[in-house]
């Protein structure tokens, strides 16, 4: 059963989240696309001439996010800027660098998206609730996994690269079918309560690492890669 504490933080998140203001569009919500593409996807230009995702079609099975558009490259997704979508598979472009906060919070249909290879950083919330998400592909570069990031998602198995410094509370709380977790660098921090109410998941990382560290600290199950 779920536990309350996470949803009640969860909604104080959101509503911090809708405090800010005076932001670029790769930090807001969704706004009026400048131009838009042949399958429905709108986009607006940035300061440095490049384009992010501002809005899609809610109810597409499949969206497809090109690397350009009217040769200008697509390099963000404004805040929120899939949520609550129905899609199922949502296919990104390479040249996108970062993965918003709220990108896909509440898809819960989504089973399949890639994370290219230049992305840096998965923000917060952004795959909260994604419940039919079983399993991710992290890219050896990505550096931090925000705040409630993978938050009562479906995800079963996850590796997470070595170039992830940071892993930050919640990421992977309320993750019911979580079952194992491997964790490849020896120096990846985990922040305090990463994986509450996900009882059965297993952590396997290098002896002596962190992660091991963490995992005894915080009476997880472990198993020690090396």
């Not at 990108?103 to 992305?119: M, R, T």
């Not at 996994?145 to 996850?158: P, R, Y």
């Not at 990421?171 to 309560?193: M, N, P, R, W």
């Amino acid at each position: 059963m779920k536990k309350f504490i996470l949803p009640i933080m969860l909604a104080l998140a959101v509503m911090a989240s809708m405090t800010a203001c005076g932001q670029n569009a790769s930090q807001t919500g969704p706004t009026e696309p400048e131009v838009t593409d042949s399958n429905n996807v709108g986009y607006v230009t940035l300061a440095n001439g490049t384009l992010t995702v501002s809005t899609a079609d809610k109810n597409a099975a499949e969206i497809n996010v090109p690397e350009k558009l009217d040769n200008k490259k697509v390099t963000k997704l404004s805040k929120s800027a899939f949520k609550m979508f129905k899609a199922e598979t949502i296919v990104l472009p390479e040249t996108l660098e970062s993965i918003s906060d709220y990108a896909f919070a509440f898809c819960k249909n989504l089973k399949s998206v890639n994370i290219p290879s230049k992305v840096k950083k998965i923000g917060q919330n952004s795959f909260t609730a994604c419940e039919s998400l079983k399993t991710i592909t992290l890219p050896e570069g990505l550096k931090s996994i925000g705040v409630f990031a993978f938050n009562g998602s479906g995800l079963e198995t996850i590796t997470i690269p070595k170039s992830v410094k940071s892993i930050q509370s919640f990421a992977f709380a309320e993750c019911e079918g979580l079952k194992e977790v491997t964790i490849t660098g020896d120096s990846t921090q985990l922040d305090d309560k990463t994986f509450t109410s996900s009882d059965n998941v297993t952590i396997i990382a290098p002896k002596d690492s962190e992660a091991i560290k963490y995992a005894k600290d915080n009476n997880i199950k472990y198993k020690t890669s090396n």
